[in-house]
């Protein structure tokens, strides 16, 4: 009988630092990893460029869209939009995309075929509810509020982009309560998820404790730091 890769899900809202720590965790088991924010940000930069929020068309865009994701880049038809899907408009706009019945169940086959052998950790809002609900570890992973507007402010900053925090946190804070409110894959923790709270943690001390709760279910071969 052929077995399953094992998947680990990384949920939670937005800036709680899930790309960080999922990417890293996906480094340390020697897994492959989904960044499925990704997936409705390529979405949403089509819907600004093309101006439309038509349901239809966007999901049908979502199916046969022409994107590789190589090593942390992505290549979407022959341009690189690694950067430009980063941008605040197009992170409030995947927000409000993400709301789209049609578009959500265009992406779930997307989204499936990433996991394969030797395993997965996948990020994002609905990962071990909706898209991998037989997720061998599922993590919730949050932060408060300030917090998190604090370090979207400063990864901003670093990258030279100009930012108001005032303007970050309401950002935020709406964008939490349309993905936490929607009628489609809401953002909510699976029930058997652990919740692990990372506003008085460092990357790596949260990075070793998902980690740690991989090795204790058996997942993950090579372990590096
Ligand atoms: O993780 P992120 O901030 O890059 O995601 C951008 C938006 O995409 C987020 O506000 C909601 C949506 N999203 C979603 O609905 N489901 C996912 N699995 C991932 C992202």
Same mark, same amino acid.
């Given at each position: %009988?052929?077995?399953?890769?094992?998947?680990?899900?990384?949920?939670?809202?937005?800036?709680?630092?899930?790309?960080?720590?999922?990417?890293? @965790?996906?480094?340390?088991?020697?897994?492959? =990893?989904?960044?499925?924010?990704?997936? =409705?940000?390529?979405?949403?930069?089509?819907?600004?460029?093309?101006?439309?929020?038509?349901?239809?068309?966007?999901?049908?865009? *979502?199916?046969? %869209?022409?994107?590789?994701?190589?090593?942390?880049?992505?290549?979407?038809?022959?341009? &690189? @939009?690694?950067?430009?899907?980063?941008?605040?408009?197009?992170?409030?706009?995947?927000?409000? @995309? *993400?709301?789209?019945?049609?578009?959500?169940?265009? /992406? /779930?086959?997307?989204?499936?075929?990433?996991?394969?052998?030797?395993?997965?950790?996948?990020?994002?809002?609905?990962?071990?509810?909706?898209?991998?609900?037989? &997720?061998?570890?599922?993590?919730?992973?949050? *932060?408060?509020?300030?917090?998190? &507007?604090?370090?979207? =402010?400063?990864?901003?900053?670093?990258?030279?982009?100009?930012?108001?925090?005032? &303007?970050?946190?309401?950002?935020?804070?709406?964008?939490?309560?349309?993905? *936490?409110?929607?009628?489609?894959?809401? /953002?909510?923790?699976?029930?058997?998820?652990?919740?692990?709270?990372?506003?008085?943690?460092?990357?790596?001390?949260?990075?070793?404790?998902?980690?740690?709760?991989?090795?204790?279910?058996?997942?993950?071969?090579? @372990?590096?730091?």
């Amino acid at each position: %009988m052929a077995t399953r890769a094992p998947v680990i899900a990384i949920d939670g809202p937005s800036a709680s630092g899930k790309g960080t720590i999922a990417s890293r @965790v996906a480094k340390r088991l020697g897994f492959h =990893y989904l960044e499925s924010g990704a997936l =409705y940000r390529l979405i949403a930069l089509i819907s600004l460029r093309e101006g439309t929020s038509d349901e239809t068309q966007l999901a049908r865009l *979502a199916a046969e %869209m022409d994107v590789v994701f190589n090593d942390g880049e992505i290549v979407l038809v022959d341009e &690189a @939009v690694t950067e430009k899907i980063r941008s605040e408009p197009v992170g409030i706009r995947a927000s409000e @995309v *993400a709301k789209l019945p049609a578009l959500r169940q265009a /992406l /779930l086959t997307r989204q499936r075929a990433f996991r394969r052998s030797p395993g997965l950790v996948a990020d994002g809002r609905d990962m071990g509810t909706v898209v991998f609900p037989d &997720a061998e570890l599922k993590v919730f992973l949050t *932060a408060t509020p300030e917090i998190r &507007a604090e370090r979207r =402010y400063k990864q901003l900053i670093e990258k030279g982009i100009d930012a108001n925090l005032r &303007a970050l946190s309401r950002d935020l804070r709406d964008r939490d309560e349309r993905d *936490a409110k929607r009628a489609v894959a809401p /953002l909510v923790p699976a029930p058997d998820s652990q919740v692990l709270d990372s506003s008085a943690l460092s990357i790596d001390e949260v990075a070793d404790r998902i980690v740690g709760w991989s090795l204790e279910k058996k997942l993950g071969g090579s @372990v590096g730091s």
